[in-house]
């Protein structure tokens, strides 16, 4: 491709250089499969029927917190997030688009907090070896002690 000077834009090309219309694009699955449009998490109800352990959910880096209506408004609802011995979960999407984050339901003290966050992949790489760090030794200066005032 020859991109003539001056010339800027944005644009998607095929593996062979042809341009390609955005409308003719669309989203895949790693497999290949067409990805489902998730729909936003705000247009409708959430059931929640699925729930993780405490340490899943510390597995996760959160970057949003909400804070539900407290128990004045719902009281069965606290009681029952309360209660769970596990953290209720569900794919939190703030607009419609084809991927979802995971979001977490919890209680403290009569309020329900929804937090939303990405996994954190942690590489296991083993106990078989000790790890080392390559640190350079710090290279230090003669310094005087005594300062001649016959200098100045």
Do not use: C
Not at 17 to 27: A, F, H, N, Q, T
Not at 37 to 46: N, Q
Not at 95 to 114: C, K, L, S, T
């Amino acid at each position: 491709m020859i991109i003539p000077k001056g010339g800027t834009g944005l644009g998607s090309v095929s593996e062979n250089g042809e341009w390609i219309e955005k409308s003719d694009m669309m989203y895949v699955n790693e497999d290949g499969s067409p990805a489902d449009l998730v729909p936003s998490s705000y247009d409708g109800e959430i059931e929640l029927k699925e729930t993780v352990s405490i340490e899943f959910l510390l597995e996760h880096n959160i970057t949003s917190i909400y804070s539900l209506q407290g128990e004045e408004n719902h009281p069965d609802f606290v009681k029952a997030v309360a209660e769970n011995k596990d953290v209720f979960t569900f794919v939190f999407n703030y607009r419609a688009d084809y991927e979802g984050d995971p979001a977490f339901v919890i209680e403290n003290e009569g309020e329900v907090f929804v937090l939303v966050g990405k996994k954190i992949e942690f590489e296991f790489i083993g106990l078989d070896g000790a790890g080392a760090l390559d640190e350079d030794e710090p290279e230090t200066e003669d310094v005087e002690d005594e300062f001649d005032f016959a200098m100045m």
